[in-house]
């Protein structure tokens, strides 16, 4: 990657749409709230927790990610974790960010789901006030847990319906296809939530899920998904009903051996609306720019391409189309100048 090209993507205006918020906690940030909080954890220092994340599969992330979110009690807890990651966003160019929170891992604990997302939202509040970058939440139901829990956390959480924008399906997907959440999910359409769902990387029966998800259950977007290739006919149902795929290159090289860089750029140039973004950036080390340029690196985009992934980024959130146009004219104008810079 040339500096030139990095730069180019740091400045480049676009949105994050797969984001998890509790796969923000840097190690540092884990030591504050641990010690805040009077919790005593295994390890010593930033290194030996790296040491930890030695992810081969979806599973194995899972088996450290979920443990350490016991740092996170307190409202304020909530509100550094969201407000240091939408800091960290916005200067490397993200204008919008659609995040993911689990309130399940926090409710299951004890914590309430007021504290979470009373937390959670002011520091989108305080964000969108000190930098102007703007946040939605969407909340993520832990597929391997039951439909009446997923439930009672959708009805938990529609008296907060105003600070939510969508509702999404996480966790361990072996076992737990788009089917078994059916009624949650059109109890959430009919409350007026955006649809959208995990269908992670090769997984048992991942085509299976991707069309529950697209014909059955009528998602807006697929997070991840990316298996898709294997059916052409997906391909072209997801393309006429411009269904986009929230892509996470970097987190598929650490759950699985490749970054899928061959099924991401192949549907980019079938014109299939696929954005990247960065899944857990605190543990995979790649925040929404790095995502851009690793995937660049590997299937050796030019600038141009690249425009075109965050184009999508912006077509694919579910902002006003008033706010989208303004987004697209903004890249535009942003090529033309990096263009015009080049050639002088
Ligand atoms: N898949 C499933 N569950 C998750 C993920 C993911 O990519 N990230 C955080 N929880
Ligand atoms: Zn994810």
Redesign the pocket.
Known sequence: MSSDLAAFVRGLPKAELHL?L??TLEPELKFRLARRNGIELPERTVDEVRQTYDFHD?TS??QV?YPAMRVLQRAPDFHDLAYEYLLRAHAQGVRHVEM?F?PQAHTGRGVSFDTVIGGYRSAIVRAQREVGISAELILCFLRDHSAEYAMATLLEALPYRGWIIGVGL????RGNPPSKFAAVFERARHEGFQLTM?C?IDQQNSLEHIRQALEDIAVDRI??GTNIVEDERLVEFAKSRGIAFTC?PV?NSF?TAQMKSAEITGLLERGVTVTVNS??PAYFGAYAAENYTALADQAGLDSGQLAELARNSFRASWITPARRERYLAEIDEYVDRHRADRAT
């Open positions: 998890h509790e796969g979806l992330f899972l990610y993911f689990d996480d966790s361990d997907e995990h992670d997070d991840h996470c987190s759950v899944d857990d």
